[in-house]
């Protein structure tokens, strides 16, 4: 079955950096284009970049243009997000699913995020 585990969030301070990853299993990811998700407290979930199945293709949220970047690696099916610049409104669980989303029954799968805090 499909399965999607984010790691790589934690606390870090305005201007510094994180790297998430986003292993997949259960299906051909090399097959499929994958996004990056966030969502905020209190805020619906919105896509923060994209990226087509070959990795020759990405696109991004005005808001994180310049500062993120999406990548995958298709032999260890796994996706990617390196964050730099953090502020303090890119706080939000993160979620990696495919572009669409994963449907299981009548509900979207989503995996169980990480958490990404920046705060001094």
């Known amino acids: 079955q499909v399965q999607l585990v984010e790691s790589g969030g934690g606390l870090v301070q305005p201007g510094g950096s994180l790297k998430l990853s986003c292993a997949a299993s259960g299906f051909t990811f090399s097959g499929r284009a994958m996004s990056w998700y966030h969502q905020a407290p209190g805020k619906e979930r919105e896509v923060v970049a994209a990226?087509?199945?070959?990795?020759?293709?990405?696109t991004y949220a005005d808001s994180v243009k310049g500062r993120f970047t999406i990548s995958r690696d298709n032999a260890k099916n796994t996706l990617y997000l390196e964050m730099s610049s953090l502020k303090p409104e890119d706080t939000a669980v993160y979620h990696c699913?495919?572009?669409?989303?994963?449907?299981?029954?009548?509900?979207?799968?989503w995996g169980q995020g990480t958490q990404v805090t920046v705060s001094s």
């Open positions: 699913n495919s572009v669409p989303a994963f449907v299981i029954g009548t509900m979207t799968y």
């Open positions: 990226i087509n199945s070959a990795g020759g293709t990405t």
